[in-house]
């Protein structure tokens, strides 16, 4: 069965950073898409990043390009860094996989979250002064 667990969220003051960390359980051999999404106030959930296993290149969606970046060291678990964070960006963060053996969705990053199988419980984000 497949498993996400999402850990890194906090509080932090605007301009500051944070490493999220995603750990994924499940696949055995498969390469798969994931991704990280975000649900803030007001808005529906967006896509932030995806990235497939058996490609290099992330694909960054529109909310927070330029001030995230992606790494994926293993297989089973990636990390996802925020720099100059607003207030705005204040909300839930969640990690999600596809089915293996699956690519990533195209198009816009707003509808990204309908193609993801698998999701974690997500982990928050405050920022404030």
């Known amino acids: 069965q497949v498993h996400l667990v999402e850990s890194g969220g906090g509080s932090v003051q605007p301009g500051g950073r944070l490493t999220l960390s995603c750990t994924i359980t499940?696949?055995?051999?498969?390469?798969?898409?994931m991704g990280w999404f975000r649900q803030v106030v007001g808005k529906g959930r967006e896509g932030l990043v995806i990235?497939?296993?058996?490609?290099?290149?992330p694909t960054y969606g529109d909310a927070m390009k330029g001030r995230i970046f992606l790494s994926n060291d293993r297989q089973s678990m990636v990390t996802l860094l925020l720099i100059n964070l607003k207030v705005e960006d204040t909300g839930r963060y969640f990690c999600?996989?596809?089915?293996?053996?699956?690519?990533?969705?195209?198009?816009?990053?707003?509808?990204?979250?309908?193609?993801?199988?698998?999701w974690g419980q997500g982990t928050p984000v405050t920022v404030s002064s």
């Open positions: 990235f497939h296993t058996g490609s290099t290149t």
């Open positions: 499940g696949f055995k051999y498969g390469t798969f898409c």
């Open positions: 999600a996989v596809r089915r293996e053996y699956t690519g990533c969705p195209a198009g816009r990053s707003d509808l990204w979250d309908q193609d993801f199988d698998y």
